[in-house]
């Protein structure tokens, strides 16, 4: 079954339906220019009521070390996205200062986008959308066919313009640990849409890998 990651959760109801739909992880912005940026206040409320159900995932862009280990523990995250420009070094010091699960992410546009991901030995790679002005929330994909050449042994995740119409192609086409999802279940940015959500989580964890 493949796993689902709603990210954009800027309010405990949100957060709470996704993971009474089934959610693997809840995902929430640190960057202060998204319209999507969680506040720590409601980050803390979101991880205190929901931490023995989902992982519970900080998004940053080109943090400082400190600012990312800070922030996880006080919300108490169990994972952290790096979606900047981040190196290898530095997301295995966050893993180690935070105990952490780390998924680097990057936006795809070329095959040498795929290879520049092999340094990174995290526990997940994520692939996104490309945008010159975007981290993420593009509402846009990326050539799916491009999987088929990855080289990287660690879980994929999927991300960029996923929707409840598109994401049983995506599965189809990649087979990736988990898929993510921000602005295809959304009302507007930073509210998501019940009946979206539900039609996401329910279409994705339908999708059965080939034996």
């Given amino acids: 079954m493949t796993r689902v990651k709603i990210c954009g959760n800027t309010n405990l109801e949100d957060a709470t339906l996704a993971a009474d739909l089934g959610a693997w992880a809840l995902g929430m912005i640190f960057h202060p220019p998204s319209p999507r940026r969680c506040s720590e206040e409601d980050a803390v409320e979101i991880a205190a009521a929901l931490r023995r159900r989902v992982e519970l995932c900080g998004v940053f862009v080109n943090p400082t070390l400190d600012d990312v280990t800070e922030m996880a523990d006080r919300v108490g995250l169990t994972m952290l996205q790096l979606h900047g420009d981040e190196g290898p070094a530095f997301c295995a010091e966050v893993a180690r200062r935070t105990g952490c699960k780390v998924i680097k992410a990057t936006q795809v546009s070329s095959l040498a986008d795929l290879q520049a991901l092999e340094p990174f030995h995290t526990d997940f790679h994520l692939l996104d959308a490309h945008h010159e002005d975007l981290r993420g929330g593009t509402g846009t994909t990326f050539d799916w066919e491009l999987v088929g050449q990855r080289r990287s042994p660690q879980p994929l995740i999927v991300s960029g313009g996923l929707t409840p119409d598109n ?32 039609a996401f989580l329910t279409t994705a964890m339908a999708v059965v890998a080939p034996s």
């Fill in 167 to 198: 994401v049983t192609a995506a599965v189809a086409a990649t087979w990736p640990f988990a898929v993510d999802v921000a602005s295809g279940v959304e009302a507007e940015p930073g509210r998501k849409d019940p009946a979206k959500l539900e």
